[in-house]
């Protein structure tokens, strides 16, 4: 499957933004989705914004509804998170995500499980001060 490399994670004070950008090679097949999830220390991963194959339909855990915006760049094949009003709870390492056939493993409010994901990056850390 194809390789996910993220980008642009950091130290932020709460109210700021941050922009992830996630490069992606080329898929086999094209996924159903791509997407973000994160994992905070201690807690289970959780899935915080997806976007379909039609790049219109989109999905955003609750508590980011509002403040974070995922799109992609099918001419620089680079997925985008905009996180903006962060919070110190939005702190932890964010992983872009792929999924090739449905459901969208990503858009759900239980626990993420990695082992449905047909591929994701390294991660980036988001470190949000209150």
Do not use: I
């Amino acid at each position: 499957q194809g390789q996910l490399t993220e980008s642009g994670g950091g130290s932020v004070q709460a109210g700021g933004s941050l922009r992830l950008s996630c490069k992606f090679s080329v898929f086999q097949y094209s996924p159903y989705c791509m997407g973000w999830f994160r994992q905070a220390p201690g807690k289970d991963p959780e899935g915080v914004a997806a976007l379909y194959r039609s790049g219109t339909r989109t999905y955003y855990a609750d508590s980011v509804t509002g403040r974070f915006t995922v799109s992609r760049d099918d001419a620089k094949m680079t997925l985008y998170l905009e996180m903006s009003s962060l919070k110190s709870e939005d702190t932890g390492m964010y992983y872009c995500a792929a999924v090739v056939d449905p459901p969208c493993v990503l858009a759900t409010s239980n626990t993420l499980k990695r082992n449905a994901l047909d591929a994701w990056g390294q991660g980036t850390l988001v470190t949000v001060s209150s």
